[in-house]
């Protein structure tokens, strides 16, 4: 009976160091996926973080992009004004804005007319011109650029050039 006893404690340990062994071994290969996972999570986090961060660098260059556009046709609509505005003047007085006499005006009076350039008015102006000699009252009609307008109401002052051959002939320098 010794000899069943001491199989049976030989067995029973031989079945516990089994047991121990297998558990080892699934605890090792739980230790293996959890190390995998964390792995395929930390590698998920980043692909999203560099999304993310693609996402957010390509806002941010459309957004520039944008401001680009903006400023450009900012620029367009001012240069289209100063083209317009030079297109409406008769070659004297494209003569008269090189050479004239320096002066500022103060306007005193300003009313649209029912016609447009474009889509820039033409305004009548009186004016108060402040020149060398004295100051003087005149009359003028004007395409003002749409752009302008603000800076073309009663009580602004503007510089102009006048024809020294004719002071009633001012023109605007814009």
Same mark, same amino acid.
């Given at each position: 009976m010794a000899l069943a006893v001491g199989v049976a404690i030989v067995g029973f340990a031989l079945f516990i160091y089994m047991v121990r062994r297998a558990n080892r071994a699934t605890l090792e290969a739980q230790e293996r996926a959890? !190390?995998?996972?964390e792995v395929e999570l930390a590698a998920r986090q980043l !692909?999203?973080?560099t999304k993310a961060e693609a996402h957010a660098r390509a806002e941010a260059e459309a957004r520039a992009e944008k401001a680009a556009q903006d400023d450009m046709a900012a620029q367009f609509a001012a240069n289209r004004a100063r083209i317009d505005h030079w297109e409406q003047h008769s070659p004297r007085q494209l003569e008269v804005a090189r050479t004239g006499t320096p002066a500022t005006a103060r306007i005193t009076g300003a009313?649209?007319?029912d016609r447009t350039f474009g889509r820039n008015p033409l305004v009548d102006f009186t004016l108060e011109v402040q020149a060398p000699g004295g100051s003087y009252m005149v009359q003028l009609q004007f395409v003002v650029p749409l752009m302008r307008i603000p800076a073309f109401q009663?009580?602004?002052t503007i510089e102009v050039r006048i024809d020294p051959e004719n002071r009633e002939n001012v023109v605007f320098i814009l």
């Open positions: 959890q !190390a995998a996972f !692909a999203l973080t009313d649209m007319t009663p009580g602004a």
